[in-house]
C-alpha cells in the first residue's frame, strides 16, 4: 500500500498513533507494577504479588506460584475508578477539571514523533523510512522541545486551582523546576542534532550507525539525563510532590481517576524520555541484526526504554531528595554552564573537523 | 467549505475569542489562561502556513517561556482566588489609539491586494527550499546578504536585557555610612 494522498496519511497517522498511544497506555500500568517490585526487591523486600499468579504444580508438598502479583495494575486501575470523586468546594472549577487532562495531552503529543522501529516493510507503507506516528518532521526536536515546555501546565494549573496552600507551593516549585531545567536539557539536546546535522529523530538513530552518541558524548548524555529527571519530577527531584512536606504536593485535593491522570501522565513521560534517550544517545532501534530483520527494532527500542526505566527506579531507590536552594543552584550553576560549555566545545569540533584542522 | 477553510475558521475563531477574553476577564490567572489559548491559536495558524519551525518557535517561547512566567508572577504576587481586577485601566486611551490606527493599516493593505493575483495564488516556494527550511533560515541569519544585521541588533537587545537582569537581581551591598 503506498501513501500518495493526505488522507492517507492522515489515516496511517491515525491507527500507527491508535496502536502506539495503546502500547504505551499498556507499558504504563507495567512500569508502575515494574517500579513497586523493583523498589521492593532494592530494599530487601517482596513488593506486590497477590494479585493474580499463574500456580503451578506442587512439588514436595509445597504450593509454588509463578509470575505473582502480574495483574497488579489492574487491580489498582479498578481501584481508581471505583474510588469516590470528590469536588472539593473552594477549587476553581473549569481549571481544577482542565489541570489533569492538560497533563495527559503533552505526553501523549511527544509519541509523535519518536521512531520506534526502522522501516518495516510489511507495516510501514512505501516511503516511509521510519515507524513512527509521524515520520519525517524536520523539526522534530524543536517540536519535543516545545511540548515538554507545555507540559509545566498541567501542574502549574492543578497547583493553583486547588486552592489549598499545600497544592500551591507544589505548583510554583514545579513550575521554577520545570523552567530551569528545560534550558540544560534544550542545550544538550542540541549536541545530537549537530552531530547527526538533522533535527529529524529518524536521522539522529540513523547518524549513530557506527557509534552511539552515548560514547561520543557522555557529558552530553549524562547532563540530558538528569535535565530529564528533573523535568519528570522523579527523585531525586520530586519535592514538588514531596510526600514529607507537601503531602503530594499539586495532587493532594486530586481523588479518583483524575489523580490517576497525573499518575498515568508521570509514567508515560518516564517511558517516552527512556525512548527519546535511547533515539538521542543509544542509537535508537539500532542493534545487530537490524538491517536483515528490521522488525527487530521494536525490540531494540523496548529492550532500551526497559533498561533505561530501571536505571530510574534504581536512582530513586538510591539518592535522597534535593533540598529546593540545592535544585535550584545544580541546575542554574552547575548543569547550565556543563553543557553550555560542552555545546560549544561540540560546535568548534565540527567545524575543525569540516575544515580539516583536525583529522578523524 | 473545504477542510482547510474549516480549520483555519476554528483556529482562528479560537484566537480571537482568546484574545477578548484575555482583556474581559475579571480573573488575572484566567485571563492569563486566555492569553496562552490565544499563542496556541496563532501556532495553530502558522502550521497552516506550512511554518512548522516557527510553529515550534511559538510553542516554545510564547507558551513555554512568557506565558508561563505571567502565570508564575501571577501565582506569586496575587493572593489565590482573589485575583480580580477591572478590564480598564489608565492606558485605556492609549489601547483604544493604537487599535484604532491598527484597523485602518488593515483595511487598507487587504483592499490593496485583494483581487490582487497574489491573493488568489500565492506564490509558491521551491521545495528545494522547504525541505532544508531550518537550514536556510541558519545561514540566511548570518549571511550579509540577508539578515545579518536584525539578527545581530536583536542578539545585542537580548544581552542587554540579560546583564540588565543580572544587575537588577544582584545582592545590593549595604552603604558603610
Known sequence: MAINTLSQLAVYSLVVGFIMTFVVITGFAYTTLLERKLLARLQHRVGPNRAGYIPIPTRGGKERKLLGGFMQPAADAVKLFFKEDMTPVMVDKWTYFLAPIITVIPAIFILAVIPWAGFVPYITPEGRDYFAIAPGINVGVLFILAITSISVYGVVLAGWSSNSKYAILGGIRASAQMISYELAMGLTVLVPV??????????????QRGMWYLFLQPIAALVFWIAALAELQRAPFDLLE?????????????SSMRFGMFFLAEYMKMIIFCALFAVFFLGGYRGPFVDQVPALGFVYTALKVFLGLCVMIWIRASLPRFRYDQLMSFGWKVLLPISVVNFMIVAVMIVLVEEGVLGF | MTGEQFVFLAVSGLTIVA?????????????????????????????????????????????????????????????????????????????????????ILLVFVITRLWRNEIFDSPPEVPTAIMNQIVVQLGSDFVSPGAYVIPFIVASMLLLAALIGAVYVAWPQVEDEA
Open chain 1, 194 to 207: 549537530m552531530l547527526a546535522n538533522s533535527m529529524d529523530l529518524g536521522v539522529i538513530v540513523e547518524g
Open chain 1, 242 to 254: 514531596a510526600e514529607q512536606e507537601l503531602s503530594a504536593g499539586f495532587t493532594v485535593e486530586y
Open chain 2, 19 to 103: 484574545g477578548i477574553l484575555v482583556v474581559t476577564l475579571r480573573n488575572l490567572f484566567h485571563a492569563a489562561l486566555a492569553m496562552m489559548l490565544s499563542f496556541l491559536g496563532v501556532a495553530g495558524i502558522y502550521i497552516m502556513l506550512g511554518a512548522g519551525f516557527l510553529a515550534a518557535a511559538q510553542l516554545l517561547i510564547y507558551i513555554g517561556a512568557i506565558s508561563i512566567l505571567i502565570i508564575f508572577a501571577i501565582m506569586l504576587t496575587r493572593r489565590m482566588m482573589q485575583a480580580q481586577d477591572t478590564p480598564f485601566n489608565s492606558q485605556a486611551g492609549a489601547g483604544l489609539v493604537t487599535a484604532v490606527l491598527s484597523f
